[in-house]
């Protein structure tokens, strides 16, 4: 049996993500989990950013931004910086996160997430209250000690990068959990009944 709800905004598990706009001198933090991949060639991401807050006006004016995948490690970093707003607040000193420069973007990479992504604004909505951004990556930046193979993206180990997740509708934060079968394959086993 399942008990219907009507529209909800409930999805799980999504990454806990830092999005930065601005530059390395003035920058603002805002965490969002409503991040997805949206193609692969060119590769771009998707986020998604009230209308009301500070952020997304920066992220119009500025024409680019990185989202920073947080671990588990900064949750009340990363928690602060929701819940706070960047229009009178530098959350840089705040929280004690370390700015770096990106490589084709003004604006910075945070130190403390192994995950960087630089991307280019190139189009953006309004639906009800939230912007949505599609952003082309630019260059992905990587903890090196998270990985097995160091010219291997794909190499990451989960359990070093520790991603932060958060689970939509109960507000809660949790951490990755096992491993459980592989991609691409596990599925092909029914390929044979």
Not at 181 to 186: P, V, W
Request: with cysteine; glycine share 10%; hydrophobic share 35%.
């Amino acid at each position: 049996m399942k008990t219907q709800f009507g529209p909800q905004k409930i999805l799980f598990p999504m990454p806990v993500s830092l999005v930065v706009t601005g530059t390395i001198d003035k920058a603002n933090i805002v965490t969002i989990a409503w991040v997805s991949l949206l193609t692969s060639k060119p590769p771009t991401l998707g986020i998604s950013v009230g209308t009301r807050g500070f952020s997304g006006k920066e992220i119009l004016k500025n024409g680019h931004f990185t989202v920073n995948i947080a671990s588990a490690d900064i949750m009340v970093e990363a928690d602060f910086c929701g819940i706070t707003s960047g229009k009178n607040v530098d959350k840089f000193e705040a929280t004690g996160f370390t700015k770096l420069p990106s490589k084709h973007i003004d604006s910075p990479i945070i130190k403390e997430c192994p995950l960087n992504i630089e991307c280019k604004l190139t189009g953006s909505t309004i639906v009800g209250q939230t912007n949505h951004f599609i952003g082309e990556i630019l260059q992905v930046h990587m903890d090196t000690d998270k990985l097995k193979d160091i010219s291997d993206p794909g190499s990451y180990i989960p359990e070093a990068m520790n991603p932060l997740i958060y689970m939509g509708g109960a507000r809660e934060y949790r951490r990755l959990g096992d491993k459980i079968g592989d991609a691409y394959s596990i599925g092909k086993s029914l390929n044979k009944k």
